[in-house]
């Protein structure tokens, strides 16, 4: 038998659906983050993730949800959507939202996820910043990686020593972990 297969695009980064910018990056008050530039100054551009890197679809109590977990630059962001589908199956995105992690100071780089035989998102982070030299030499600068990640917390730097990062909200110690979304 054979099986005429297509596909068509759900979302795009930086669809508008609902009230929200799907891929957008947000800070621990849930504000857009910007991008800033080498000398560590924000600009008026919004920060869109291009990469989203998992997918999950999700039934909860006869009504679908996706949550897309983008592997951006950081901070990541993951954003649950509701669906609709049609009686011949298409789905449709009507509203995204993203999630809240400020309780856990942020996602780090979402990767790889997966759906529970339960029915719940399972995510991961992934290359989780090397704590050592943080808590070690506090004078010295944190990594690129880092100082951009504080951009979570209002933070717009060009560098930043681990004790500026500790000041500004930064523990890390609170990524590389797999979470759940239910």
Same mark, same amino acid.
């Given at each position: 038998?054979? +099986? ?5 695009? =759900?979302?795009?980064? &930086? !669809?508008? =659906? ?5 891929? =957008?990056?947000?800070?621990?008050? &849930?504000?857009?983050? $910007?991008? $800033? ?5 924000? *600009? !008026? ?7 989203? !890197? ?10 679908? #949800?996706?949550?897309? +977990?983008?592997? *951006? ?5 993951? #954003?649950?959507?509701?669906?609709? +589908? *049609?009686?011949?199956?298409?789905? @449709? ?10 309780? %856990?100071? &942020? ?5 790889? &996820?997966?759906?529970?035989? %339960?029915?719940? $998102?399972?995510? *991961? ?14 004078? +010295? ?10 951009? #979570? ?11 500026? @990062? ?10 590389? #972990?797999? %979470?759940?979304?239910?």
């Amino acid at each position: 038998m054979e +099986q005429k297969l297509a596909f068509h695009t =759900l979302a795009r980064s &930086g !669809d508008t =659906l609902g009230s929200n910018t799907f891929g =957008l990056l947000v800070d621990k008050d &849930g504000q857009p983050i $910007h991008e $800033h530039n080498d000398a560590g100054a924000k *600009s !008026d551009v919004k920060d869109i993730s291009n990469n989203p !890197d998992f997918t999950s679809l999700l039934d909860v109590n006869g009504k679908l #949800y996706s949550i897309t +977990q983008f592997e *951006s630059p950081r901070p990541g962001v993951a #954003y649950v959507s509701e669906m609709e +589908q *049609s009686s011949d199956g298409e789905l @449709t995105l009507t509203s995204t939202t993203p999630i809240d992690f400020s309780s %856990w100071g &942020g996602v780090w780089i979402p990767c790889a &996820g997966s759906v529970t035989p %339960w029915g719940t $998102h399972l995510g *991961s982070e992934e290359y989780e910043p090397d704590a050592r030299p943080l808590d070690e030499t506090p004078d +010295q600068e944190a990594s690129g990686s880092v100082t951009t990640f504080l951009r #979570y917390f209002g933070e717009y730097k060009a560098t930043a020593t681990g004790a500026e @990062t500790r000041t500004a909200g930064f523990f890390p110690y609170n990524y590389g #972990y797999a %979470w759940e979304a239910q």
